[in-house]
């Protein structure tokens, strides 16, 4: 018993992205480069969606949502993957451990589900337009938001409690860059099918349910946008869903290929590249894909570089 709580002493030793220790420089530049420009591009759209009252819609109100998610979500693991990378200590408390896992694991969670209320709200302004206003309330915006932050939040609590049940029998090395729960259960000394099995599980109802229902709710837009007769239209409707598309197909095939394989035959390289393409990559993307073909949040980025320039 003794030595297998000795981790909570001693903490982790956090392996990193890669067993080369040649690239750690190139591996710490390219992340900070991108962890500055996940921090710049979900903050302006989050200050776009609060301050230019032509965003004051569902679909922005998500979408700040999700840039708010983001931000935490990389800020849960990137400067602790930065610290180790950075100087010859690789190690985590055993109190930092436990809270990246419960914290990732719910933010993650919670993007499986907010990306579906995405779609839903996609769904409702092009199959229903009429009724868009009054389906998507301001009401029924704060409840589904909190239904996906707080069933992200019951999620990590359950998995994660579950991991952390397993003895370690004095294993500090985790073969990753965070703690998650398929690395934190490749270190447990004991048989660890159950958890795999309920890993499997969940992560199946948080990522392939999830993914189809949006792919058949996209079926429906896509029969929909084609009955638009005007070509504005359907173009402005194809470049909106498009990008929730693209997000979509980005998050969740990567944590598919990250959570759904059996958590002691992954190969090691790809389950590391994989991991850091769903925390840092996509968290990256997501601004760039939502905004560089977005004609309403171009405008209100001139309008308040605008307004800026008037003040001064």
Request: aromatic share 12%; proline share 4%.
């Amino acid at each position: 018993m003794e030595r297998a709580n000795s981790s909570s002493l001693e903490g982790f030793i956090l392996m990193g992205v890669s067993d080369h220790p040649q690239l750690e420089t190139i591996f710490f530049v390219g992340i900070l480069f991108s962890y500055l420009l996940i921090l710049f591009g979900n903050s302006a759209i989050i200050l776009l969606s609060s301050l230019d009252a032509r965003l004051h819609t569902p679909m922005y109100f998500f979408l700040s949502n999700l840039s708010s998610l983001d931000l935490a979500f990389t800020t849960s693991s990137v400067p602790q993957m930065l610290t180790n990378l950075w100087g010859a200590d690789k190690t985590i408390s055993y109190g930092g451990c436990v809270t990246q896992l419960y914290v990732f694991l719910w933010l993650g969670a919670t993007e499986c589900i907010l990306l579906v209320v995405m779609a839903f709200d996609r769904f409702v302004a092009v199959c229903r337009p009429l009724h868009y206003t009054t389906i998507m309330n301001p009401r029924l915006c704060w409840l589904l938001a909190a239904i996906a932050w707080l069933g992200g939040l019951g999620n990590s609590v359950v998995q994660s409690t579950f991991t952390l049940q397993l003895p370690l029998c004095g294993h500090r090395r985790v073969d990753s860059f965070l703690c998650e729960v398929p690395a934190m259960i490749k270190l447990a000394c004991v048989d660890t099918s159950l958890n795999e099995a309920v890993l499997n599980s969940v992560c199946t109802f948080f990522t392939a349910v999830p993914l189809s229902v949006i792919l058949i709710s996209y079926c429906y837009i896509a029969q929909a946008v084609l009955k638009i007769r005007s070509a504005e239209g359907r173009r402005k409707a194809f470049n909106t869903c498009l990008s929730h598309l693209v997000v979509v197909l980005l998050f969740y095939g990567s944590a598919i290929y990250g959570y759904l394989l059996p958590a002691k035959t992954s190969k090691q390289d790809q389950g590391k590249f994989i991991s850091l393409f769903y925390s840092v990559v996509t968290p990256m993307v997501n601004p760039l894909i939502y905004t560089l073909r977005n004609k309403e949040v171009k405008g209100a980025l001139k309008r308040l570089l605008g307004k800026g320039r008037e003040v001064s």
